[in-house]
């Protein structure tokens, strides 16, 4: 689902979340070998919730070696579902959050109470029950009943246990329909150490002056 042409709010620069290699990047499929192997497996277990550790300590090496290699290749966030990795799963979740004190904020008008509240939409990815990595959108904004009257950020969060690339986020908020509505999209960019792009996807949700979230979308783009 793409989205119409969008009027920027403001000049919010590119959060580049670059990370150094553990070792050599894992090659197509599912096969991880080298000298970087236990490595990246310590990392991994390192790294791993206790929930998620205790599930990956309780699958068979073949299955560990396959969490491994989904973990060090973006391709199975991409290509989810299908191929070699027709076995991880990709789930979305979305949710809101209304501020602490949700009552008329300090220096607004008392004609019309201007709450304030976050959204997300978060994208997870798990093999054999063990989740390995996620990407979430979020967007806190206020609102009156009629309008958005502000967007206070729009940004974009990710987990990888083991990053072997340059992960990047960039965030685009807008309003819409005369601040009836706002959308924060977030473009993720998964590249290379080089430059070399591998993939590219948006996540986006769109929310309207009631406080309520309309619509929300992911795709490859």
Known sequence: MHISAKRAISAMGVLGLA????????????TVS???????????????DKEDRLKFEKLSTDQQEKV???????????????GDWK???????????????NT??????????????TDTHKKTWKLFGVKYASLEARMTYQYN?????????????????IPLRKIQSIPTPYFESKKTKAVCEITWQVSKVGGLMEGKSVQGLRVDGKGSRVA???YDA
């Open 216 to 218: 929300f979308w992911d």
């Open 19 to 30: 990370f150094s290699l553990f070792a050599a990047p894992a090659s197509a499929g599912v």
């Open 68 to 82: 491994l290699a989904a973990a060090l290749n973006p391709e199975s966030i991409f290509k989810a579902g299908t």
């Open 145 to 161: 009943g009629k309008t958005v009257t502000a967007i206070n950020s729009c940004g974009g969060f990710y987990s990888n246990l």
């Open 104 to 117: 008329a904020l300090t220096g607004i008008a008392q004609t019309a109470a201007v709450k304030k509240k």
């Open 34 to 48: 080298g000298d970087g192997k236990e490595a990246n497996f310590k990392t991994l277990r390192t790294n791993l």
């Open 87 to 101: 076995e991880v799963q990709e789930t979305t979740l979305t949710g809101s959050v209304a501020s602490p004190s």
